[in-house]
């Protein structure tokens, strides 16, 4: 039988930033805690593609827009 692949949580994004405002790159850490384990959560640094943060900055707005008790600002 598979080995089921961990699930891991994220708590928070820290310091993501770029080097001016045209840049197609951006650089922060995620902060992360495995799921079930008893191991102090974990931070690692990432790279983040311009058109990845487009994308999830347009499905996490509909996820928010759909969800009971948001209100936009």
Do not use: N, Y
């Not at 820290?14 to 405002?21: F, I, P, S």
């Not at 384990?37 to 790279?47: G, K, L």
């Not at 487009?54 to 759909?66: D, F, I, K």
């Amino acid at each position: 039988m598979a080995a089921m692949a961990d699930t891991w949580e994220l708590l928070q994004m820290r310091g993501l930033a770029a080097v001016d405002e045209t840049a197609q790159e951006f650089t922060g850490t995620l902060v992360i805690h495995r799921i079930g384990s008893p191991e102090p959560v974990e931070s690692i640094t990432i790279r983040v593609k311009r058109t990845l943060l487009t994308e999830l900055h347009e499905t996490v707005g509909r996820l928010l827009t759909r969800s009971s008790g948001f209100k936009k600002k």
